[in-house]
């Protein structure tokens, strides 16, 4: 059973710095592609950035140079570190494996910018 968890949301101040973590279990980690994706509410999740099995990695133009996407296939882990938070950055922050062309989401964790 894949299971995707994330977690390190939390609330910070402009200018801030968050690492957000998707744990993963149930397939072998090392063969999967892993992407964050946010949320707000009324609007579609966005991509973020992608983390691919071969360490190519992508990001969504407002993100690059303030986030970084990484993986620790020891710890079958995936992580988001957050630079520079903007009050844009606001968000449900969601992990996704695309899993031999099957995708798969975790819950999300709650990233709030606010002073």
């Known amino acids: 059973q894949v299971q995707l968890a994330e977690s390190g949301g939390g609330l910070v101040q402009p200018g801030g710095s968050l690492r957000l973590s998707c744990a993963a279990s149930?397939?072998?980690?090392?063969?999967?592609?892993f992407s964050w994706y946010r949320q707000t509410p009324g609007k579609e999740r966005e991509w973020v950035a992608t983390?691919?099995?071969?360490?190519?990695?992508a990001y969504e133009d407002s993100v690059k140079g303030r986030f970084t996407i990484s993986r620790d296939n020891a710890k079958n882990t995936v992580y988001l570190q957050i630079n520079s938070l903007k009050t844009e950055d606001t968000a449900v922050y969601y992990c996704k494996a695309i899993v031999q062309l099957t995708h798969y989401w975790g819950q999300g964790t709650q990233v709030t910018v606010s002073s």
């Open positions: 149930g397939f072998t980690f090392n063969s999967a592609h």
């Open positions: 983390f691919t099995t071969t360490g190519n990695t």
